[in-house]
């Protein structure tokens, strides 16, 4: 079965410092794959994508992502974190049942940054 | 460029109510998809709208239903709610119904079922 995985619920870092957020998808084609931001009482930012091409992508607010086939993983990465980027991060791939297109979201990653 | 819009932001109903949300896509996008968020969970799937047509739905029963409208504007109706209905309800609008370039999220709809 297709699905996502984000095996850190809470991840706390001190500003300034790199951030490595982990996603592992379950998919059996060439998977499009997405990292969504939250913040409280909002919707979901796009941050990046991946479908094809360069496996490392760069998206908003300084963050990148790194697609490893062999791994199953598309970890998002910050070299110095923002006080301003605490929210819940959730990573998505791109699915396509008998016609039917959606993504199947991760259960996120709620970011705490200290000052 | 416009985003997402939905509406209302806060509603609260009783069990067994009827309740009717409303997104209005952003400009040339085709194609509304509506998940449901429950309180610490991501997303999940209740179907898709592309001109006009139900282009596909997620494991939901029929009490939840939709349309779009010719200017590609949506509606998600719950029927007989429960209390497991309590979510935020997300919007999002595409160029098309596979999304490759990525959703655009309205800020969603919080119901409260009680």
């Known amino acids: 079965a297709q699905s996502v995985t984000q095996p850190d619920i809470h991840i706390t870092v001190s500003e300034g410092a790199s951030l490595e957020l982990r996603c592992n998808y379950s998919?059996?084609?060439?998977?499009?794959l997405f990292w969504y931001v939250q913040s409280p009482g909002q919707g979901l930012q796009l941050l990046l994508k991946y479908f094809s091409g360069d496996t490392l992508v760069q998206g908003i607010k300084g963050f990148e992502a790194e697609f490893k086939r062999s791994q199953s993983s598309f970890n998002l990465r910050k070299p110095s974190v923002h006080w301003s980027d605490a929210a819940e991060y959730f990573c998505a791939v791109g699915s396509s049942t008998s016609g039917t297109y959606k993504y199947i979201f991760g259960t996120g990653t709620r970011l705490k940054v200290l000052a | 460029e416009t985003g997402v819009t939905q509406s209302p932001t806060h509603l609260i109903k009783t069990r067994g109510q009827q309740v009717t949300l409303r997104c209005s896509s952003q400009s040339g996008h085709n194609t509304v998809s509506w998940y449901q968020q429950a309180l610490g969970q991501g997303p999940q799937f209740i179907f898709q709208?592309?001109?006009?047509?139900?282009?596909g739905r997620g494991n939901f029963p029929p009490r939840f239903s939709g349309l779009q409208f010719p200017n590609y504007s949506s509606e998600l109706n719950v029927n007989a709610l429960e209390l497991d209905d309590s979510a935020l309800y997300l919007c999002?609008?595409?160029?098309?119904?596979?999304?490759?370039?990525?959703?655009?999220f309205g800020s969603g709809t919080r119901l409260t079922v009680v």
């Open positions: 998919y059996g084609a060439t998977p499009y």
């Open positions: 709208y592309y001109r006009e047509e139900e282009n």
């Open positions: 999002a609008s595409s160029y098309d119904p596979v999304a490759n370039y990525g959703y655009t």
